[in-house]
């Protein structure tokens, strides 16, 4: 059982930045696409942004491309999500979640097919 921790969540004024890792209990974390997700209050949750197991390819949702990036450092088996120019809108719970074989690129916008899920990170952007 793969386990995946987000962190770097916190509260930002609107026009801030936080950046979001992910971290895996798996040494061949660098190995599996990633995905970010969100969801927000009494919303589905929703496709953030995407990026293949060789970190050449990544995918964004329309709301946050140009203000967010995805990249992943194998050295330190993370994955990030920089967030800047932040949102009210942005406000949501964001997760990290991983298919369920490495090497395999996944469409990125769905969540069916991702196997494993973090617990998700809180992040808040205030007007």
């Known amino acids: 059982q793969v386990q995946l921790v987000e962190s770097g969540g916190g509260l930002v004024q609107a026009g801030g930045s936080l950046r979001l890792s992910c971290a895996a209990s798996?040494?061949?974390?660098?190995?599996?696409?990633t995905g970010w997700f969100r969801q927000a209050p009494g919303k589905e949750r929703e496709f953030v942004a995407g990026?293949?197991?060789?970190?050449?390819?990544?995918s964004y949702a329309d709301s946050v491309r140009g203000r967010f990036t995805m990249s992943r450092d194998k050295a330190k088996n993370t994955v990030y999500l920089q967030m800047d120019s932040l949102k009210p809108e942005d406000t949501a719970v964001y997760y990290c979640?991983?298919?369920?074989?490495?090497?395999?690129?996944?469409?990125?916008?769905?969540?069916?097919?991702?196997?494993?899920w973090g617990q998700g990170t809180q992040v808040t952007a205030s007007s």
């Open positions: 979640a991983i298919p369920s074989r490495s090497g395999y690129t996944p469409n990125f916008r769905r969540r069916d097919e991702y196997r494993y």
């Open positions: 798996t040494r061949t974390f660098s190995s599996y696409a």
């Open positions: 990026i293949s197991w060789s970190g050449g390819t990544t």
